[in-house]
């Protein structure tokens, strides 16, 4: 269809118009509104056709059953550019792979919208600002990795509640504050092989340890 | 005295050299100069200079007496603002009475239009498209009153812009071109504008303007092409609109109108190009609009919204149209047989309809007829053989270059005749019910690069098509019954092959090794079939897998109605990921093997590991044996594998973990064994039915641990437990060399040191002598009691 609409674009006096997406399917909308604002040198985006009726054709992007996205997997592409608000809008996503690229700007708090949301790997950036509260509320997340950033602020407790996570790593970010103890957070800082949570908080020289609760207040803003 | 006559020289030297530096000619040019010296990259201006006479500047005009009327430089390659660009020198254009022309289109200028441009009252063309410029401040634009042609297309500018011109700069009343599609304009189309009663060509599409068509613009009577595409347009089209007398190209497309046709349009006897594809009209098309348009000559499109009711006969009317496209709306009932009368069309669409019946014999007389699409209708039709009663309808379009009459309920045999059609370049006859086997003439003049014949019952073998199509790029025979070998010759017959689908059918014998020498080939589906035997392994001549692709391929196709090339492939049903995905023009970066559901044996190709493009490998439910390649990790776009249902040992390779693109993997029910590696993606591959029914896999993601405590691939360790491994391991040193250190100590000294020895030992008599004394004793008493 594509290429028969190309026809008539082009033959009503050569505008030079570069047909925008209209493809019916807000996923796929969604997805090339990130492609958009990302910087590609490698051309790993190239196969987003926008007119396509949904994004399952294109790399990197897996479908379920009802051709919803459920993957993403953008690591070790060479990818810059920030992440936006658009992939609040990729509801049934399991699985989001941004690692090892040059993603800089803010984690979007819109991500907590992502409810079926099982992995979040968005380490080795260089994402700045604070890890949004939004993030608690992905209620099915096992494995949250958002390690080597530039993050700062404190580790929002609201994390807490995640009680699905088994791996979070922190590490090798700017964090401050004290590191919640509840919930999943609650056998930190013991040494045992046995944890059910895996954790990493190295390498944040503001990072206070552990809250003592009921003897030191929780210093929320750092 | 004499400093005095200096001072007075000296000023009357000023006072001459300002008065010249005032005159006209220096005032312009200086002005062009110090808007140059402003610039970031300006060398196609580096004629402008002093030195120059300012008319002979390149891009500048002057009038007989000298002065500049007008400034050309579309395409200079400058780079720049504006800011500058405005001069008091420039109001002397005023008093010439000639009209001015500024023309900076296509460079790299940025920042505000300058409001001081609207102060140049004889501007009659004012182009700066394709920049990336913004909204000027409107609060100070004056009237433009002079303005004939004002092109703004393609820049950055956003807001309620065009009501601001409109109301700001006193209705522009001569103006007749106006151009300011691209941009983000909002805030709706004003009313305003159907008081600019010169107005001619009206373009402002792809813009973000929303809301209603204004009735207003029924009043322009002077106006010839009305052109608000893609612009969030929400409302019926006004009836008012047939009013517009003048009117030849009106384009609509893709907006969100509702509502039907009105038939007062029919009183635009000027119409030649209506485009309306992709809204949300409804109703019947009023039969009215066929009978009046008499000059419709180029196109028509109706495509992609929810008209119903029947193809009107009154199309058979229209003999001059060039390009008719109705597609994807819900017309039902037959095609009308008088479509045969129009003979001037070149591109017919009605795919994606209703409709039923017959495709009518009449068509055969649409010999100009390049492109026919007649897909997801259905059609009902009984093709016959040549050798048949008649001969089918189609056979007689000699121009025909794409014929799609793909999902239909066709039936019958192939017409031998179909090859013969000179120009024919695709042919998609997919999902139809023909059968019966494919036979070409041996002297068929056909030049078709790309044949559909999938999901039909097509029985034989397909030597015949490979013999005589020698320049198929691309040949999908998929879901038939076909039978016979994969001959040996094929490479040398269709070198031209990219796209091999055979997919589905009874294809038997091995896989020849001459197959692999397709250095164009990068999509290869041969599953589901009886193939047997191991594969060849000669895959480094397969170059085009051998790297990605990153480029669609290059038009093929020359469209007379564009005087444009493009491509037109077809579509191609591709399993990946584990399900059918429709892949159209896509399809031209798959890089993709699938042998799956087949019975071959053997190993898997050592060589396969050079195609470093692949994106999808499916060797699944055959008899492979052997390893998985230890270097598979090499395949850095691998997205989806799948090996299952196969005899494969040995350890899964570690190399697996450096596959940072997959993301769809099945290995189940081999005989694999050993520890799953870790890795940064394989990681997010968490679902243990992946490696089911391979009883020696142990580790992440099946609850089976490894029995040792090899060390992982995986780069993230937990800190914790890492540590406690380094204490234990301590302890344990720490003691055993302990105990080492003091077992050596004590008899290192026995053995080397003779005194040391002689007095351990002698102690050691000692003790015993005394020892025995006291037993003897003990003895001697209790036996003297």
Not at chain 1, 140 to 152: A, Q
Request: hydrophobic share 40%; proline share 5%; glycine share 8%.
């Amino acid at each position: 269809m594509a290429a028969r609409r190309a026809v008539a674009l082009v033959a009503l006096l050569a505008l030079a118009a570069a047909a925008p997406a209209r493809a019916s399917n807000d996923e796929g909308d969604a997805l090339y509104a990130l492609r958009q604002r990302l910087k590609d040198p490698n051309g790993v985006l190239q196969s987003w056709d926008p007119t396509l009726v949904n994004p399952c054709t294109w790399f990197h992007v897996t479908c379920n059953q009802a051709s919803r996205v459920e993957r993403l997997d953008l690591g070790n592409s060479n990818i810059s550019g920030s992440l936006g608000p658009e992939l609040g809008r990729l509801v049934n996503l399991k699985y989001l792979e941004l690692y090892r690229n040059n993603f800089d700007g803010e984690i979007p708090k819109e991500l907590g919208k992502l409810k079926n949301l099982i992995s979040l790997d968005l380490y080795a950036n260089k994402l700045t600002g604070s890890i949004p509260k939004s993030l608690s509320k992905l209620s099915s997340l096992r494995f949250m990795r958002l390690n080597n950033n530039k993050l700062t602020g404190s580790i929002p407790r609201e994390l807490a509640k995640l009680s699905n996570l088994k791996v979070i790593d922190l590490s090798n970010n700017d964090l401050c504050g004290t590191i919640p103890v509840d919930g999943p957070f609650s056998t930190f800082p013991l040494r045992s092989a046995n944890t059910a949570l895996l954790f990493s908080f190295e390498n944040n020289s503001r990072l206070n340890g552990p809250e003592l609760q009921g003897l030191v207040a929780y210093d929320s803003g750092c | 005295m004499e400093l005095q006559h200096k001072l007075l020289l000296v000023s009357i030297c000023l006072l001459l050299c300002t008065a010249v530096a005032i005159s006209r000619p220096e005032g312009e040019a200086e002005a062009l100069l110090r808007w140059r010296s402003t610039l970031l990259e300006s060398s196609s201006l580096s004629s402008w200079s002093l030195a120059n006479p300012t008319c002979f500047w390149f891009g500048v005009s002057c009038d007989a007496a000298g002065h500049v009327t007008s400034l050309r430089l579309p395409g200079a390659g400058i780079n720049g603002k504006l800011d500058a660009f405005y001069s008091p020198a420039f109001q002397n254009l005023t008093r010439l009475g000639l009209s001015t022309i500024l023309d900076l289109s296509s460079n790299s200028l940025t920042g505000a239009i300058p409001y001081q441009l609207s102060k140049l009252p004889r501007l009659a063309v004012l182009n700066l498209a394709n920049n990336h410029l913004t909204n000027p401040e409107y609060g100070k634009l004056s009237p433009m009153s002079s303005l004939k042609s004002l092109s703004l297309a393609n820049n950055d500018l956003d807001g309620t812009f065009l009501w601001l011109i409109l109301n700001c700069t006193g209705r522009l009343q001569q103006l007749r071109f106006l151009y300011l599609h691209n941009n983000n304009l909002t805030g709706g189309v004003p009313e305003e504008l159907g008081m600019v009663s010169g107005l001619e060509y009206l373009y402002i599409g792809n813009n973000l303007f929303g809301g209603p068509i204004p009735a207003s613009l029924g009043k322009l009577q002077k106006l010839q092409i009305l052109a608000i595409f893609n612009a969030d347009l929400g409302s019926t089209i006004p009836p008012e609109l047939g009013n517009l007398t003048s009117l030849w190209a009106m384009d609509l497309s893709q907006n969100r109108l509702i509502g039907s046709l009105p038939p007062c349009f029919a009183k635009i006897q000027t119409m030649r190009w209506l485009d309306l594809t992709e809204n949300n009209l409804s109703g019947v098309v009023p039969p009215e609009l066929f009978t009046n348009w008499t000059r419709l000559d180029w196109l028509l499109s109706l495509s992609g919204n929810n008209f119903v009711g029947p193809l009107p006969v009154e199309l058979g009317i229209m003999a001059s149209l060039r390009f008719l496209d109705l597609s994807h709306n819900h017309f039902t009932g037959t095609v009308p047989s008088n479509i045969g009368n129009m003979t001037s069309l070149e591109s017919l669409d009605i795919s994606i309809n209703h409709l039923t019946g017959d495709i009518p014999a009449s068509l055969s007389r649409l010999t100009n007829l390049h492109y026919l699409f007649l897909p997801d209708n259905k059609f009902t039709c009984t093709i016959s053989n040549v050798d048949g009663m008649e001969l089918p309808t189609l056979c007689q379009l000699n121009h025909l270059q794409i014929l799609d009459l793909s999902h239909n309920r066709l039936s019958g045999k192939l017409p031998s005749c179909i090859w013969n059609l000179k120009y024919l370049q695709m042919l998609d006859l997919s999902g139809n019910t023909l059968d019966g086997e494919i036979t070409i003439m041996i002297n068929s003049t056909s030049s078709l690069i790309s044949l559909h014949l999938a999901n039909n019952n097509f029985t034989g073998s397909f030597s015949a098509i490979l013999k005589n199509l020698k320049n198929l790029t691309i040949l999908d025979l998929g879901n038939n019954n076909m039978s016979g070998i994969i001959p040996p010759w094929i490479q040398g017959s269709n070198p031209l092959l990219r796209i091999l689908r055979l997919r589905s059918n009874m294809f038997q014998g091995s896989i020849p090794w001459q197959l692999l020498q397709l250095s164009d080939l990068h999509l290869l589906d041969l599953a589901e079939n009886n193939l047997t035997g191991s594969i060849p392994n000669n895959f480094a001549t397969m170059y085009s897998m051998c790297h990605p692709i990153f480029r669609k391929e290059e038009a093929n196709i020359y469209s007379s109605l564009s005087d444009t090339n493009y491509s037109f492939d077809g579509e191609v049903d591709i399993v990946w990921k584990g399900r059918y995905y429709n892949f159209q023009s896509e399809a031209d970066f798959m890089i993709a093997i699938d042998v799956s559901s087949n019975s071959l044996s053997g190993e898997i190709p050592s060589e396969l590991t050079n195609l470093r493009g692949l994106r999808s490998l499916n060797m699944s439910r055959n008899n492979l044996s052997g390893k998985i390649q230890g270097d598979i990790g090499n395949l850095q776009f691998l997205e989806s594998l799948d090996l299952s249902g196969n005899k494969l040992a040995g350890p899964i390779p570690l190399s697996m973990s450096n596959l940072l693109s997959l993301d769809s993997l099945n290995l189940s029910n081999n005989n694999l064994s050993g520890e799953i590696p870790t890795g940064y993606q394989l990681r997010t591959l968490d679902n243990a039915s992946i490696y089911s029914g391979n009883p020696g896999l142990c580790g992440f993601p099946l609850n089976t641990k490894c029995n040792n405590d090899s060390i992982s691939t995986s780069p993230l360790v937990n800190v914790n437990t890492h540590n406690q491994e380094y204490e234990t391991f301590w302890l344990y040193y720490s003691v055993s060399a302990g105990g080492v250190f003091g077992f050596w100590l004590w008899f290192g000294a026995l053995f080397l040191c003779k005194s040391w020895r002689l007095a351990f030992f002698n102690g050691i008599d000692v003790a015993q002598y005394a020892i025995v004394k006291k037993i003897k004793k003990r003895a001697k008493e209790s036996s003297s009691i």
